[in-house]
């Protein structure tokens, strides 16, 4: 038992996770949906006896956090049920089990960072699907799973504001964008990277079962999120205006303020993910070109 098992591995977050395993000389293999249905035992039992991992990644997830409102017992099937059916299978064998989650499992109205033991109150449907997988995974495997909560993801692998907000760039004269939702832009190379740092640690025994937050050190707004990506692609950051949440009304409500404090790193030996602005410098090329093509420039 020596490879690791990424799932939802067609997944923009999973395909860098892979990345970074393949990096790092860990043999891992990648399930994506038809070859995985993590809220099927069978299916589960039979990728676990055929892989024998010792570390397994859940990337699978019900994204559509509007969707979710809507079909809260299927979102609560892949978000729930998968994770229970994967801690259990993870208990059977001994494999270390990595729970990717989200800040919509706190009720966003707060005016400090959520530490990683803070009351949780999800106001959505996706967040309390959420929720009960990572009570799931915490009660099944209190020596061996771990829980990673993430917010704001971005990268070049999928669709994401990012990538939407360059291709806006272009069409638009100016564009508004809400200025009373604060968070961490967090990318998902380094959210990658902080998995794989976290599954060695938990195979080595350095780093205890529990919650960990997995976003960018500092904070900002969506405002401030696309001025910062209108500057790195020349464009003029005055061009993005502030709004407010009442002008994008939505079926979920949005958490108001999704700040992760990241004090819990302490004790597992990894550093924290770096501040949003250095890592987004570094993603920008591969996001401009994952968008535009390759060797498009600004225009």
Same mark, same amino acid.
């Given at each position: 038992?020596?490879?690791?098992?990424?799932?939802?591995?067609?997944?923009?977050?999973?395909?860098?996770?892979?990345?970074?395993?393949?990096?790092?000389?860990?043999?891992?293999?990648?399930?994506?949906?038809?070859?995985?249905?993590?809220?099927?035992?069978?299916?589960?039992?039979?990728?676990?006896?055929?892989?024998?991992?010792?570390?397994?990644?859940?990337?699978?997830?019900?994204?559509?956090?509007?969707?979710?409102?809507?079909?809260?017992?299927?979102?609560?099937?892949?978000?729930?049920?998968?994770?229970?059916?994967?801690?259990?299978?993870?208990?059977?064998?001994?494999?270390?089990?990595?729970?990717?989650?989200?800040?919509?499992?706190?009720?966003?109205?707060?005016?400090?960072?959520?530490?990683?033991?803070?009351?949780?109150?999800?106001?959505?449907?996706?967040?309390?699907?959420?929720?009960?997988?990572?009570?799931? @995974?915490?009660?099944?495997?209190?020596?061996?799973?771990? @829980? @990673?909560?993430?917010?704001?993801?971005?990268?070049?692998?999928?669709?994401?504001?990012?990538?939407?907000?360059?291709?806006?760039?272009?069409?638009?004269?100016?564009?508004?964008?809400?200025?009373?939702?604060?968070?961490?832009?967090?990318?998902?190379?380094?959210?990658?990277?902080?998995? @794989?740092?976290?599954?060695?640690?938990?195979?080595?025994?350095?780093?205890?079962?529990?919650?960990?937050?997995?976003?960018?050190?500092?904070?900002?707004?969506?405002?401030?999120?696309?001025?910062?990506?209108?500057?790195?692609?020349?464009?003029?950051?005055?061009?993005?205006?502030?709004?407010?949440?009442?002008?994008?009304?939505?079926?979920?409500?949005?958490?108001?303020?999704?700040?992760?404090?990241?004090?819990?790193?302490?004790?597992?030996?990894?550093?924290?993910?770096?501040?949003?602005?250095?890592?987004?410098?570094?993603?920008?090329?591969?996001?401009?070109?994952?968008?535009?093509?390759?060797?498009?420039?600004?225009?």
């Amino acid at each position: 038992m020596s490879a690791w098992l990424v799932t939802g591995g067609r997944g923009m977050l999973a395909r860098d996770v892979m990345a970074r395993l393949a990096a790092q000389g860990v043999d891992a293999v990648a399930a994506g949906r038809a070859d995985l249905d993590i809220t099927d035992p069978d299916s589960v039992r039979a990728a676990m006896a055929a892989h024998r991992p010792a570390v397994v990644v859940n990337c699978a997830a019900w994204t559509d956090v509007d969707g979710a409102e809507e079909q809260e017992e299927a979102a609560l099937a892949v978000n729930g049920t998968g994770p229970r059916v994967l801690a259990e299978a993870c208990k059977e064998s001994g494999a270390v089990l990595l729970q990717v989650s989200t800040d919509y499992v706190f009720a966003g109205d707060g005016d400090q960072p959520y530490a990683e033991d803070a009351p949780t109150g999800p106001r959505s449907a996706y967040g309390r699907t959420k929720l009960a997988g990572e009570r799931a @995974v915490l009660e099944i495997l209190p020596e061996t799973g771990h @829980v @990673v909560r993430t917010a704001w993801l971005y990268g070049a692998g999928g669709g994401n504001f990012v990538r939407t907000m360059i291709k806006l760039e272009g069409v638009k004269d100016t564009l508004d964008v809400v200025d009373d939702q604060r968070g961490q832009p967090t990318w998902t190379v380094d959210l990658a990277d902080q998995l @794989v740092k976290l599954g060695l640690a938990a195979l080595d025994g350095s780093a205890k079962a529990g919650v960990h937050h997995g976003t960018s050190a500092g904070e900002t707004t969506w405002f401030g999120f696309t001025r910062e990506i209108f500057r790195l692609l020349g464009a003029d950051p005055e061009r993005v205006r502030p709004t407010t949440s009442a002008a994008f009304v939505r079926p979920a409500p949005r958490p108001a303020y999704s700040v992760l404090g990241h004090e819990g790193w302490l004790q597992t030996g990894v550093e924290p993910i770096r501040d949003w602005r250095e890592a987004l410098a570094e993603a920008f090329p591969s996001l401009l070109e994952a968008e535009r093509g390759i060797g498009s420039t600004h225009q």
